[in-house]
């Protein structure tokens, strides 16, 4: 297939703009990243993207994808090779938990935005308990399934990376009792693509947005230097 001309329109802290940079680098694929400062959207951008959301990817100059799913499913679909499993019911479960991993960052969004200790100890639980029962799904290490790389594990990366942030202010003990979840967060610690898919960066800028939530959470990050 001929090689298409890409063009990403990231945010540096968007989860779902990691996902899609992750597949790029996982798949090899040539592109050219812009980030948009989304608070200040500027007029050319709003006529690419119908939602004013990134990710944005371009194709050819003449086709505009949004949403980070099928961002990633085309991209996966264009190259050689797949990052689902070839079995088709294999391939709906990893869907499965794609999708069950949106919801995680929904979760995560509820912690961080909580104005009180009540609700964020409600929101911290919510997502211990949902990580559990991703714990008792996972079949392998040092991945979702095992020894190879696959889509669900670019859905799960921006996630984790959440709380290699969220350990610098406070102890969640979310993953205490959760060995095959640390496992599958070091494993994805150590993946190129995932080192790659944000800038150096990431922590203090992460920090800098806590601190600007005006919720629990602020003051906990005010107190954290990297």
Known sequence: ???????????ALCPYVQRSVIVLEEKGVPYL??????????????????????????????????????????????????????DPLEKA??????????????????????????????????????????????SGTPFFSGGRFHL????????FRYFEVFDLMMTLAIFEEMPKINSWRSGLQQRMSVHQAVTPEYPERLLKFLRERDSYISSFALKVVV
């Open 33 to 86: 990243r812009t980030d948009i400062d989304l608070a200040n959207k500027p007029e050319w951008f709003k006529q690419i993207s119908p939602l004013g959301k990134v990710p944005v990817l371009t194709v050819e100059k003449r086709q505009s994808l949004f949403e980070s799913a099928v961002i990633c499913e085309y991209l996966d679909e264009i190259t050689p090779g797949s990052l689902h499993p070839a």
């Open 152 to 159: 669900v594990d670019a859905v799960y990366a921006p996630i």
């Open 93 to 138: 479960y990893h869907r499965a938990w794609i999708e069950f991993g949106s919801g995680i960052l929904n979760s995560i969004g509820g912690l961080y935005n909580a104005k009180d200790a009540a609700t964020f100890e409600n929101k911290r639980v919510e997502l211990l308990n949902k990580f559990q029962l991703v714990e008792n799904e996972i």
């Open 1 to 11: 297939m001929k090689q298409q001309n890409l063009h990403l329109f990231t945010h």
